[in-house]
């Protein structure tokens, strides 16, 4: 009886083990089932923040359609609006280092030739903490290729997760 014993308890801890092997891979698939749009989609978003940080606004630009536009909310409450050609062109003036960065990884959701990039951000500038709040890029594909029609930001002082 001794040794039903230890066969049963093998095999069960056996079974055990494949199940949860089989769960950590079916919570990879999604980061393996990543689409071309979706990879192209962060590329265009990533290309803004490369354009940032190197004070770079023709790699900005070259990320976004001819009449993007960001819209947002400082953390005084105000609200703005500008011309994407205008604040890339303002950072690339200001003789800062901005760094621009997820949080998390970002929520992507695409239909057809309309995609939206949505997650929590933090903004540092010189390497000191500036704010943080939540991205949201919508994307269009163009004959070039997705392309940043618009950006909308919140921008928080207070509550941020990784504020330095």
């Given at each position: 009886m001794g040794r039903f014993a230890s066969r049963f308890?093998?095999?069960l801890v056996y079974h055990r083990a494949m199940r949860l092997?089989?769960?950590c891979l079916l919570a990879l698939l999604p980061l393996a089932a990543q689409t071309s749009d979706e990879k192209d989609v962060l590329a265009a978003v990533r290309?803004?923040?490369d354009g940032m940080a190197t004070n770079d606004a023709a790699k900005i630009l070259a990320?976004?359609?001819?009449?993007a536009h960001l819209f947002g909310v400082r953390a005084n409450g105000i609200a703005y609006a500008l011309p994407a050609e205008q604040w890339a062109n303002r950072l690339a003036s200001l003789k800062g280092q901005f760094v621009?960065?997820?949080t998390k990884t970002p929520t992507v959701s695409i239909h057809g030739t309309l995609a939206n990039v949505w997650g929590?951000?933090?903004?540092?500038?010189?390497g000191k903490f500036g704010h943080c709040g939540v991205d949201s890029f919508n994307?269009?594909?163009t004959a070039e290729g997705w392309?940043?029609?618009?950006i909308l930001d919140t921008e928080e002082t207070t509550g941020c997760p990784t504020a330095r």
């Open positions: 308890d093998l095999g092997l089989t769960c290309k803004t923040f990320s976004m359609t001819a009449d621009e960065r997820f929590e951000y933090e903004f540092l500038r010189d994307l269009l594909k392309r940043i029609a618009a």
